[in-house]
């Protein structure tokens, strides 16, 4: 499945370890959640960078303690019409600071790509190798958007307001 | 009527852009159904009996003569020359291809016309009161907030894949003609005490399988902090509503389960992490959007001209005018509702023709606009009184003057069986058959105002539960069936009906209707008590038992 | 008339079909004998056990290009042979709608 980051496919940095399998002592690494809380402690000072998998079912609470030292959160989409993991990057993003990657998971699809950036996402691991592809192309399909998110675009009621306040200073 | 700049119409064009995208790739199988059915049902796309319906978003039910002109374009290019206006101010299109949506579309963006989020599990057309801006009383013009919210909800990237659909309305009268009380989100629009502009919100009202009344979850909410609190709530149901079963996935369902309390406290800890955010909105904001909301300029004209006095002794046009025409905020205009419930026809209709025709009769009287109301008629909302007379003519003309609203024959009803894929049984026919049962405009005056609603299944989409008499088709054994409630009604003093007895089967409907009428007309104290509080006075026994006696 | 849509078993009572919707334009179309699909209600392929009734959905939803909202639905079958529709519902799809239109179709 592509990784795509930085609006273009890569190579993955991030290793995903079992829950069974031994957890190697450096390289990044994505882990579940459960797996990571277990030992979080001692799993976010790790000398590799460890990333977790976390549940969209679950609240982030329990998460917001190491954010800092995460390497990246991923966050599923068990269906791509499921859409808690949007209100969870949200949350990440604009309430919690979170600044590391920000990764969606599961069933990722073009049509659904606009949202995620807008949400917070800044990778993807997308389901069709064609829409991956088609990344590039497809975020440029909006260039006006009506409601703030964490994203930094103005509004369109702001840039109009703008444009109405330039006009009228320019008289 | 609010106009469309350079954004918004950037917005819709990008979107029949993704949306042309999304159809191509449908069609070379690159999507599949799977995939796509959330994509065009965003689109307003359903799959219906004998194709695809496109449910077209009259923004709270406004709509200029260029728009109205549009969508006769479109019932006549892309379709079979007729529209129905439904329960939420919206407009379908019964017979459409999909391989021609992207085309109708382009053409309906040219006059800011879209249909996004008119279905799927996301936010939808805000509705609000047709007869805003103009409504005698009004606190203010609720338009300017459903715009604010219509904004607000358009493509939130947040909340597109909710748990199931969300609905809005906003009133600002005191009479709710917005059924604010059935609605996900319901607003009602009022100055406090310090002559602060709020709204009380309620939550959790909605019809279908399990029909609940609104709660109100917060008394006063200032409109700064309306968008704030809506994400609060809408953030509550995105990530704790049920989404293993679509029939307990509404936030009616999650509001009962956790109790009103317990929910609105959920709401209130987040709201108070974000009212200072950005979607704080402050004056200016609120005054853009209202500047660019156009108003008429009005004449000073008198509330008796003389072509009224003269028009008087015609019996035809006083019947029509005592009940189709409404006191207007601004003396000598008037409200006129345009009824689309002919005898014989299909309730909430417009040929292409009848709706060009109303676009000119708009742009001779009404400044160029036209309202759609939730029960399935039109509106011209500023006729000065002088010009009632000969647009009367016309109106009558065209057959939208039928002089039955909200009588007995000013039937809501959805498409039914004959149309919908969801349905157990028909409803227009039934409807059809009711308005000429009452066709005589005496007898149906005598028995005064009577909401009948009519649903082909349990999701209710004519409203049923909140109908004077509502009737829900329903199958057994492989017929048609239909339960009898009475006693509901939709606005602010909202309620659910009462079943009267086992369902009827199709044929005996309209016999029923009649008995229910009849046992009215029999117990009511006074000619001008109405049913709805004969019914509240006496309960649905006095009534099964004449409906039932011999059944 | 209860939805088909809620058809989570497969079980039949008599004689049926399977039906869907065209994709590019949505007109009502069956299911034949052959792998494809007609618009003509004679042509369609009847079943008249459960497993083939299952057998001839599950090809028939798995040609999801052409067609979508495959289900099975009860035909009725004269003594002439011909096939009718079995009942209200695929009356109104095969036949068109039981009002008359606004303007003439």
């Known amino acids: 499945m592509p990784l795509v980051k930085g609006g273009k496919i890569t190579a993955d940095p991030l290793i995903l370890v079992a829950d069974e399998a031994d957890i190697p002592g450096e390289g990044a690494i994505l882990i579940s959640a459960a797996r990571f809380l277990g030992d979080a402690e001692a799993l976010s000072l790790r000398a590799g960078r460890t990333a977790v998998i976390w549940p969209n079912n679950r609240d982030v609470d329990d998460l917001v303690p190491y954010l800092g030292r995460l390497a990246a959160v991923a966050l599923v989409f068990p269906t791509f019409r499921d859409g808690r993991a949007y209100s969870q990057a949200r949350l990440l993003r604009e309430r919690h600071g979170f600044k590391g990657e920000l990764r969606a998971t599961g069933q990722v699809l073009r049509d659904q790509f606009v949202f995620m950036l807008r949400a917070g996402f800044d990778a993807f691991e997308v389901k069709k190798q064609s829409d991956a592809e088609a990344f590039a192309a497809t975020v440029k399909r909006y260039s006006v958007f009506y409601q703030p998110t964490g994203d930094g675009r103005i509004t369109a009621l702001h840039r109009r307001m703008q444009l109405r306040h330039s006009e009228s200073a320019g008289q | 009527m609010y106009a469309y700049d350079e954004l918004d119409r950037t917005i819709i064009n990008e979107r029949v852009s993704e949306f042309r995208d999304q159809v191509k790739r449908r069609l070379s199988g690159e999507l599949t159904e799977d995939e796509f059915k959330m994509l065009r049902l965003q689109n307003g796309v359903y799959l219906q009996l004998h194709a695809y319906m496109f449910r077209v978003a009259i923004p709270y039910g406004t709509l200029s003569s260029k728009q109205l002109r549009a969508l006769a374009h479109v019932a006549r290019r892309y379709d079979r020359g007729y529209g129905h206006f439904t329960t939420r101010q919206n407009i379908q299109f019964n017979w459409i291809k999909l391989a021609e949506l992207p085309d109708a579309l382009a053409d309906l963006a040219e006059v800011g016309i879209h249909a996004m989020q008119t279905s799927g599990n996301n936010t939808r057309n805000v509705t609000s009161d047709q007869w805003a801006g103009v409504a005698p009383g009004e606190v203010e013009d609720p338009r300017i907030w459903s715009e604010l919210l219509r904004q607000y909800t358009t493509l939130h990237p947040e909340f597109s894949f909710l748990p199931r659909k969300f609905k809005f309305a906003i009133t600002a009268s005191d009479h709710d003609r917005a059924a604010i009380k059935v609605h996900d989100i319901g607003l009602r629009l009022y100055k406090n005490e310090a002559g602060e502009t709020g709204f009380e919100v309620l939550v959790g009202g909605g019809l279908g399988r399990t029909p609940f009344i609104g709660k109100t979850i917060k008394p006063f909410v200032h409109g700064h902090d309306l968008l704030s609190y809506v994400e609060a709530i809408l953030r509550v149901y995105n990530q704790y509503g049920r989404r293993d079963n679509i029939y307990k996935a509404r936030i009616k369902i999650l509001v009962h389960e956790l109790g009103i309390e317990k929910f609105a406290k959920e709401v209130e800890e987040e709201w108070l992490q974000m009212r200072d955010s950005a979607l704080a909105i402050d004056d200016s904001v609120i005054e853009d959007i209202r500047s660019r909301f156009s108003y008429p300029a009005y004449e000073k004209l008198p509330h008796m001209p003389e072509e009224l006095k003269k028009a008087a002794h015609d019996p035809h046009f006083e019947a029509w005018r005592k009940n189709s025409v409404a006191p207007h905020k601004v003396t000598g205009y008037s409200i006129v509702t345009l009824s689309l419930k002919p005898v014989g026809g299909p309730p909430g209709d417009a040929t292409a023709d009848q709706m060009d025709a109303i676009a000119d009769l708009a742009d001779k009287y009404s400044f160029g606009e036209i309202r759609v109301g939730h029960e399935q008629n039109l509106a011209l909302p500023h006729v000065a009184r002088r010009d009632l007379p000969v647009l009367w003519k016309a109106l009558d003309r065209i057959g939208v003057a039928t002089p039955n609203v909200n009588l007995v024959s000013d039937i809501i009803a959805c498409p039914g069986l004959d149309y919908c894929s969801l349905a157990n049984a028909r409803s227009i026919p039934i409807a059809q058959e009711l308005t000429r049962r009452f066709a005589n405009h005496e007898t149906a005056n005598m028995i005064g105002r009577l909401h009948v609603n009519i649903s082909g299944c349990i999701n209710a989409c004519g409203h049923h539960h909140v109908g004077h008499i509502g009737i829900l088709g329903v199958e057994?054994?492989?017929?048609?069936?239909?339960?009898?409630?009475?006693?509901?009604?939709?606005?602010?003093?909202?309620?659910?009906?009462?079943?009267?007895?086992?369902?009827?089967?199709?044929?005996?409907?309209?016999?029923?209707?009649?008995?229910?009428?009849?046992?009215?007309?029999?117990?009511?104290?006074?000619?001008?008590?109405?049913?709805?509080?004969?019914?509240?006075?006496?309960?649905?026994?006095?009534?099964?038992?004449?409906?039932?006696?011999?059944? | 008339m209860t939805s088909p849509l809620e058809q989570k078993k497969i079980r039949i009572t008599g004689p049926s079909m399977v039906t869907a919707n065209r994709t590019w334009d949505g007109v009502v179309i069956y299911r034949t004998a052959s792998q494809s699909w007609s618009a003509d209600l004679s042509d369609a392929a009847i079943v008249r056990t459960s497993d083939e009734a299952r057998a001839l959905l599950t090809e028939s939803i798995a040609d999801d290009i052409g067609a979508i909202g495959a289900y099975i639905a009860p035909v009725e079958i004269k003594d002439s042979g011909k096939i009718k529709p079995g009942n209200l519902r695929e009356h109104i799809r095969s036949e068109g709608v039981t009002i008359d239109l606004p303007v003439p179709a």
Do not use: M
């Open chain 2, 476 to 551: 057994k054994n492989g017929e048609e069936f239909y339960q009898i409630t009475i006693g509901g009604r939709a606005d602010e003093k909202a309620e659910v009906g009462t079943l009267i007895g086992p369902a009827v089967p199709y044929g005996e409907v309209a016999d029923v209707v009649e008995d229910i009428v009849e046992a009215y007309l029999a117990l009511r104290a006074r000619p001008d008590e109405l049913f709805i509080d004969t019914v509240k006075r006496l309960g649905v026994e006095p009534f099964k038992e004449r409906v039932y006696a011999t059944r």
